[in-house]
T-cell receptor, first 110, second 115 residues
Framework: EDQVTQSPEALRLQEGESSSLNCSYT??????LFWYRQDPGKGPEFLFT???AGEEKEKERLKATLTKKESFLHITAPKPEDSATYLC???????????FGTGTRLTVIP | GAVVSQHPSRVICKSGTSVKIECRSL??????MFWYRQFPKQSLMLMAT?????????EQGVEKDKFLINHASLTLSTLTVTSAHPEDSSFYIC???????????FGPGTRLTVT
């Protein structure tokens, strides 16, 4: 059974305190792993797609990495505006839909 | 990134009435659109997948006669919640995929409250 697990469920950081969010997955065949950011009451905002183990992508203070079992979203020197829920989703080979994890709710304190 | 809009952003309706939600891809042609539902503090749950000009494919447990989906063009999909009940109150989000990309771009969501 395909499964996506995100940890921690919630994370509080001081401004400037770097950390990582984890997304572990078990799927029959991975077409892609996606990271999204979701603010309260809004739709998810696309961040990254990773397709193969060893791949890395960066955008401002965010860096996403992928292995055969998990993905990490590294946040370097976060700012309060980085506070949001970060969602990980997988797309299985042969399918178009995404299967989402439950998200990590990040709060960055000034 | 690609832009997807939804209308309305919020709607309140009485139990037993029907509500239509529109999802538009503004700067790309969405060959496939998806409809999700999200309950408070939970993740997105896929309801159905629709391809332009075809019947929608519904996920297990989603009533196709209650949640009517029409994908009439490459830029517009609609979700109609028929005979809405309070338990249908939720945040409904659509997304679109276009061309050869696997990336889904999401709309801002519609908050439905059934009284």
């Amino acid at each position: 059974e395909d499964q996506v697990t995100q940890s921690p469920e919630a994370l509080r950081l001081q401004e400037g305190e770097s950390s990582s969010l984890n997304c572990s997955y078990t799927v029959s065949g991975l077409r892609g792993l996606f990271w999204y950011r979701q603010d309260p009451g809004k739709g998810p905002e696309f961040l990254f797609t990773l397709y193969s183990a060893g791949e890395e992508k960066e955008k401002e203070r965010l860096k996403a990495t992928l292995t055969k079992k998990e993905s990490f979203l590294h946040i370097t020197a976060p700012k309060p505006e980085d506070s949001a829920t970060y969602l990980c989703a997988v797309q299985v080979t042969g399918a178009n839909n995404l299967f989402f994890g439950t998200g990590t709710r990040l709060t960055v304190i000034p | 990134g690609a832009v997807v809009s939804q209308h309305p952003s919020r709607v309140i309706c009485k139990s037993g009435t029907s509500v239509k939600i529109e999802c538009r891809s503004l700067d790309f042609q969405a060959t496939t659109m998806f409809w999700y539902r999200q309950f408070p503090k939970q993740s997105l749950m896929l309801m159905a997948t629709s391809n332009e000009g075809s019947k929608a494919t519904y996920e297990q447990g989603v009533e196709k006669d209650k949640f009517l989906i029409n994908h009439a063009s490459l830029t517009l999909s609609t979700l109609t919640v028929t005979s809405a009940h309070p338990e249908d109150s939720s945040f409904y989000i659509c997304s679109g995929v276009g061309g050869s990309s696997y990336e889904q771009y999401f709309g801002p969501g519609t908050r439905l409250t059934v009284t």
